[in-house]
């Protein structure tokens, strides 16, 4: 069966430093790969989605970036973190077909000090 | 303008009722499906249903239920004997088939069950 695996689960970090936010799939090949940001009680936003390795599609202008260096390897960075990057960050995966659920990780809680 | 509605942001619901969420959808694809999510207040998002714009039947899966209105374009979830760890946001998402696959979500429903 496939699973997600996201972490770490909380982050506490200064502003302006860096940020690297991973996530792994397995037991699937060449999924969907998504992050989403979520503000406290709303809706998602997505911000990065890739459809293969190297392949990223940016959503949102901001200050964080995304790679996918593995086939199953997502992984959201930021070289200088602001207040504004809080929040709860989400990975998900896919496949291509349009009946297919995302299925989500655990979250990143991301507190900004 | 918006492509997934819901517009209702709370709801309390007494203990085995049955509650309905409500979704409305805007879309030309002829070709869409229609997917819920529960989120509860530890954060992951649970898939708990799908219709398909083809599907000739409501969708269910146990105590959830879809009442898909094609014509009004709106897929109500129903969740029947409401429980009180039915207690989260509930979030409606739409995919159409030329959308590159991506889910387009509303603003979700924050579901509280009183016992």
């Known amino acids: 069966s496939q699973t997600i695996h996201q972490w770490p689960a909380t982050l506490v970090q200064p502003v302006g430093s860096p940020l690297s936010l991973e996530c792994t799939v397995e037991g699937t090949s060449n999924p969907n790969l998504y992050w989403y940001r979520q503000a406290a009680g709303r809706g998602l936003q997505l911000l990065f989605y890739s459809v293969g390795i190297g392949q990223i599609s940016s959503e949102v202008p901001q200050n964080l970036s995304a790679s996918r260096p593995q086939d199953r390897q997502f992984i959201l960075s930021s070289k200088k973190l602001l207040l504004s990057d809080s929040g709860f960050y989400l990975c998900?995966?896919?496949?291509?077909?349009?009946?297919?659920?995302?299925?989500f990780g655990d979250g990143t809680r991301l507190s900004i000090l | 303008a918006q492509k997934i509605t819901q517009t209702q942001p709370g709801m309390f619901v007494q203990e085995k009722e049955a509650v309905t969420l409500d979704c409305t959808y805007d879309t030309s694809d002829p070709s869409y499906g229609l997917f819920w999510y529960k989120q509860p207040s530890s954060g992951e998002m649970i898939f708990l249903i799908y219709q398909g714009s083809y599907d000739q039947q409501n969708a269910t899966e146990g105590r959830y239920s879809l009442n898909f209105q094609k014509a009004r374009k709106s897929a109500n979830l129903v969740i029947s004997a409401s429980q009180l760890g039915d207690s989260a946001m509930y979030f409606c998402a739409m995919r159409e088939v030329n959308s590159n696959y991506q889910l387009i979500w509303g603003a979700g429903t924050k579901l509280i069950i009183k016992p």
């Open positions: 998900a995966w896919d496949s291509q077909y349009t009946n297919q659920p995302q299925h």
